[in-house]
């Protein structure tokens, strides 16, 4: 079945570690997305990429990095100097070509990242 | 910059019965697309409904429809007939169908928690 598959679903860090949050999507969409969850703050955008080998940043995108070297794959490292990492974490895709897209994201089931 | 506001934190509703929850937005956009995602405890994201700027009316997918006011800049998500299945956090989310680095952006409402008693 086609999807959007996070790994890990949980995960724990200590503080000074950074961790890679795995985000591959076999759906064939052009674009992906990383958004934050926390508490009361509905979802923010972090980075997002609408081809390889490039990205953009989003609102909250400090402390965070990506990359986007192959189509179906776009990973986040959540370095040290994210000063409150503790959240949950939402990958996302669309199809990103006009004519085509109906506006819609598709999301995985995401990972929750815990510091120690 | 866009912004989505959604001002109830939390509704209920009794089962069968229907409730309405609201969602404004901020934009100069002429085109754009606007959505309804519900998040169960799984917290898995999945999309309720979705509507396009440009049509007048008002979409509907089974037991939910919207109320979209394009000039007050509206959008409220009308469930019927709820189900405990419906119980869940309920986002309304903007997306601009303008082109350039903005084109797919989301900007998603703080959500409403809906619960569901029997």
């Known amino acids: 079945d086609g999807g959007i598959t996070q790994s890990p679903k949980y995960l724990f860090r200590k503080e000074g570690q950074n961790v890679t949050l795995s985000c591959e999507q076999n759906?064939?969409?052009?674009?992906m997305y990383w958004y934050r969850q926390d508490p009361g703050q509905g979802l923010r955008l972090i980075y997002y990429s609408q081809i390889v080998n490039d990205f953009q940043k989003g609102d909250i995108a400090e402390g965070y990095s990506v990359s986007r070297e192959k189509k179906e794959s776009f990973p986040l490292t959540v370095t040290s100097a994210q000063k409150n990492p503790t959240a949950f974490y939402l990958c996302a895709s669309s199809i990103a070509t006009s004519g085509t897209d109906k506006g819609e994201l598709f999301f995985g089931e995401g990972s929750r990242l815990t510091v120690l | 910059a866009q912004t989505v506001t959604q001002s109830q934190p939390e509704m209920s509703v009794q089962e069968a019965e229907t409730v309405t929850l609201s969602c404004t937005y901020d934009?100069?956009?002429?085109?754009?697309?606007l959505f309804w995602y519900k998040q169960p405890p799984s917290r898995q994201m999945i999309l309720v409904i979705r509507?396009?700027?440009?049509?007048?009316q008002n979409a509907t997918e089974n037991r939910f429809s919207v109320n979209f006011q394009k000039a007050a800049k509206s959008f409220s998500l009308k469930i019927s007939d709820s189900q405990l299945g419906d119980a869940a956090m309920y986002f309304c989310a903007y997306r601009p169908n303008a082109g350039g680095t903005s084109y797919g952006k989301l900007t998603f409402g703080q959500g409403t928690i809906l619960t569901v008693h029997p």
């Open positions: 509507q396009e700027a440009y049509k007048q």
């Open positions: 934009t100069s956009e002429s085109d754009y697309y």
């Open positions: 759906l064939n969409h052009d674009a």
